[in-house]
């Protein structure tokens, strides 16, 4: 039995930021973009949450619903600064530790000598630590796996911890929504409500076979999961699928010869930012996204040719913005160019080159 804790600051950026400027500390901030720029929030603090402001609003629209809502600026470098604190502080626990992002991560502290090896007194070290020592919250999931951990550290959000011990797990997920299981968005649960399955106790009584009828591989997981069981191992190294740049612009494109002409240094930051982790994969895949003014958005990808053109080729990508642009030829608010990424080192090929 493993014990895997999660570990999420509270309104991470806003959080940051109301500890730089004290005076802050109790205002409804939020961190984003200007609503002059049609910008859009990152995050707000739970004093702005009050008024309905959200994750990726319009900033326009979150001062309409918060009219005294303080809007500042991103600081990447302070909060990836905060980051490697936070991180240190988890290797003073934990050998195993999975980040997500900035201000999430799994650890795995199953063989822990630390607090006579509980999970939850460690939890609790760790939110103590990090309070006093960064001068923010974090809110922490204990659990048996990685699925019931992340759902733990929502529960008693913010600054807040919660255990499900294992003789605990059948009963909590009995009531759990199935809205709360990673990858179960608006779509697939709609399509398990009009199954009659609305929590995790009802989607124990669908059969896996049915499951996998209707929902592919994804079907299996589900089973499992709903029954409170997850096997996958806390990773210390992840492996990236993509990579990608997008940009919102100040002014809506108004039609493709405009969309072409802005994709040039996009597809110049993607080259700048593949260097950084062109060691350890290859690109597959080109990929586009559009994101139209009426937020409809849509992707078109190719595979990478193997004739030797650039992974960059402009021209490439050019084609694929031409083709993908007249599913709803309307105007652009947002454009995206990315690439689909496989491993160099993947098992497949050290077996290859083992023969
Ligand atoms: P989250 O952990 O999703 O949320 P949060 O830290 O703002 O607040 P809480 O967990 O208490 O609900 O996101 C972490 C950071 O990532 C967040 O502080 C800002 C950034 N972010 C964005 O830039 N855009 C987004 O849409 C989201 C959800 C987060």
């Given at each position: 039995m493993r014990k895997i804790l999660h570990i999420d600051a509270d309104s991470f950026y806003a959080s940051v930021?109301?500890?730089?400027?004290?005076?802050?500390l109790g205002r409804p901030i939020a961190v984003g973009g200007s609503a002059q720029r049609r910008g859009v929030i990152a995050t707000s603090s739970y004093e702005a949450r009050k008024f309905g402001v959200r994750s990726a609003m319009a900033s326009s629209r979150a001062l309409t619903l918060c009219p005294d809502l303080i809007i500042l600026a991103p600081r990447f470098e302070l909060y990836r600064e905060v980051s490697g604190q936070m991180q240190r502080i988890f290797r003073g626990y934990a050998d195993l530790i999975e980040p997500l992002s900035l201000d999430e991560a799994f650890l795995d502290v199953t063989g822990s000598d630390c607090c006579n090896g509980s999970a939850t007194l460690?939890?609790?070290?760790?939110?103590?630590?990090?309070?006093?020592?960064?001068?923010?919250?974090?809110s922490a999931g204990v659990a048996p796996n990685k699925f019931l951990a992340k759902v733990a550290s929502d529960w008693n959000k913010p600054d807040g911890v919660f255990t499900i011990p294992p003789d605990q797990v059948a009963d909590f997920v009995l009531d759990l929504p199935v809205?709360?299981?990673?990858?179960?968005?608006?779509?697939?649960?709609?399509?398990?409500?009009?199954?009659?399955?609305?929590?995790?106790?009802?989607?124990?009584?669908?059969?896996?076979?049915d499951l996998a009828k209707r929902f592919g591989k994804y079907g299996r997981r589900l089973s499992e999961v709903a029954r409170g069981v997850d096997d996958r191992p806390v990773q210390s190294w992840r492996i990236r699928k993509s990579i990608s740049v997008e940009n919102t612009y100040a002014e809506d494109i108004a039609n493709l010869v405009g969309v072409l002409a802005a994709l040039d240094p996009l597809i110049e930051e993607l080259e700048r930012r593949f260097t950084k982790v062109e060691k350890s994969y290859f690109p597959t895949k080109r990929f586009v996204k559009i994101k139209y003014r009426d937020f409809s958005q849509t992707t078109l990808e190719q595979s990478v040719g193997s004739s030797g053109e650039s992974w960059f080729d402009s021209e490439q990508f050019r084609q694929l913005m031409a083709a993908a642009w007249p599913r709803g030829a309307k105007p652009v608010r947002l454009l995206g160019a990315g690439l689909r990424l496989q491993p160099l080192r993947s098992k497949e090929q050290a077996q290859l080159s083992l023969f």
């Open positions: 930021e109301a500890r730089e400027d004290p005076t802050l460690i939890a609790q070290e760790i939110r103590q630590r990090i309070k006093n020592e960064l001068q923010i919250t974090v809205s709360k299981i990673n990858g179960v968005g608006k779509v697939t649960a709609k399509n398990l409500a009009a199954m009659g399955v609305v929590t995790c106790g009802d989607l124990q009584r669908v059969l896996v076979a």
